[in-house]
């Protein structure tokens, strides 16, 4: 089973930029499209962006392209979220997840989540 260890979250004031990180301390992700989702306070755990096992194809959840990009890097066995102009409203548990194979925008559909990554943006 891979195990996943997010790092890279903490406090920003608004405006700034932020480069979360998602590395297998277990395992590896080459077999598996990665994806990320966070959940802000009293709201269900939400899609941000999936990137496929060969690095070919990207998606984002609704406001999240043009600002959000993912991008992974199967040697360092990591996944990358940089998040640009980040708003009060980014502020949630950001949470990376592995699916064999096949993309996919649902959360029930991934097989590991790492432990959660808080980003807190300011105002």
């Known amino acids: 089973q891979v195990q996943l260890v997010e790092s890279g979250g903490g406090l920003v004031q608004a405006g700034a930029s932020l480069n979360i990180s998602c590395t297998a301390s277990a395992g590896t992700i080459t077999n598996y499209a990665m994806a990320w989702f966070r959940q802000a306070p009293g709201k269900e755990r939400e899609f941000v962006a999936v990137?496929?096992?060969?690095?070919?194809?990207?998606f984002y959840g609704d406001s999240m392209s043009g600002r959000f990009t993912i991008s992974r890097d199967n040697a360092k066995n990591a996944v990358y979220l940089q998040m640009n102009s980040l708003e009060t409203g980014h502020t949630a548990v950001y949470f990376c997840?592995?699916?064999?194979?096949?993309?996919?925008?649902?959360?029930?559909?991934?097989?590991?989540w790492g432990q959660g990554n808080q980003v807190t943006v300011s105002s």
């Open positions: 990137i496929s096992q060969n690095i070919d194809t990207t």
């Open positions: 997840g592995g699916r064999r194979l096949l993309a996919s925008l649902r959360e029930s559909a991934y097989d590991f």
